[in-house]
């Protein structure tokens, strides 16, 4: 078995390769790919850099290159959901696309012909998550997140996106990352730890809060992955 391990910043991936022993670098794509084993399982462990299109790059290569069979992703989010502060966990059930837009086609927001609004995240991988959640008496919410290829720092545009997706958080990944796992049949996982409320204060906010909450994240995926080295 071989799983993904992926961020899109290196700060989302760092905490990660620290736990790993040791690693081989690969270049390829215009990217590097760490390739190490932890509690047993073959990883490769790679940041995509920030946005849709090359979320995607380095997820179709993660699978299609490297042979990954599952994929978790860990990363930082803005909230809509009021509830969710910076530090707490949120696990994606599906994903959207908040800036794909035909709608002047008739169509609804996020949606393409012969694509869907939203992709749903794996079951079990979430269900793993609610267990390692209790194990480490963490609250881990579920909820919908929406993606796109812009830095929400506007209150406006982030209640827009919570009344069209239903969405608890966003992010700029997760929805594409969603779209080539679910294509290429290979189960995902999408967890976020929050950085900033998606509103005028969110730049300084992640400035701040970057790096306690990438570590937030990636802690409770590599716990996962111990979970799943056991199964
Ligand atoms: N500070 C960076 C840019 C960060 S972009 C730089 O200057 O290089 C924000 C990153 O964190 C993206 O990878 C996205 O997935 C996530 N993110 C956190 N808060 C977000 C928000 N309010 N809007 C969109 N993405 C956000």
Redesign the pocket.
């Known amino acids: 078995m071989k799983i993904a391990v992926m961020g899109?910043?290196p700060e989302e991936i760092a905490p990660i390769l620290e736990k790993l022993e040791t690693y081989l670098t690969i270049e390829y794509a215009g990217n590097k790919y760490y390739e190490g084993s932890y509690n047993g399982i073959d990883v490769v462990v790679a940041y995509s850099k920030?946005g849709k299109v090359f979320s995607t790059l380095t997820a179709t290569t993660l699978i299609e290159h490297f042979g990954c069979e599952k994929l978790l992703f860990s990363?930082?989010?803005?909230a809509i959901n009021s509830e969710l502060k910076v530090g707490d966990l949120i696990v994606a059930t599906k994903l959207s696309q908040h800036d794909l837009d035909i709608t002047a086609f008739g169509h609804p927001y996020g949606y393409v012909p012969e694509g869907a609004v939203y992709v749903e995240a794996n079951r079990e991988l979430i269900d793993i998550s609610k267990d390692v959640a209790q194990s480490l008496g963490k609250k881990v919410r579920e909820g919908i997140i929406a993606t796109g290829d812009?830095?929400?720092?506007n209150e406006e545009r982030k209640n827009w996106i919570g009344d069209t997706f239903g969405a608890d958080a966003?992010?700029?990944?997760g929805g594409s990352v969603a779209v080539v796992c679910d294509a290429l049949n290979v189960p995902f996982f999408i967890l976020r730890a929050i950085?900033?409320a998606?509103d005028m204060d969110?730049s300084f906010s992640?400035?701040e809060f970057?790096e306690t909450s990438a570590v937030e994240s990636a802690e409770f995926v590599m716990k996962m992955l111990e979970v799943i080295a056991t199964k």
């Open positions: 899109a910043m920030i990363g930082v989010a803005g812009q830095f929400v720092a966003l992010e700029m990944e950085s900033d998606a969110a992640f400035d970057l």
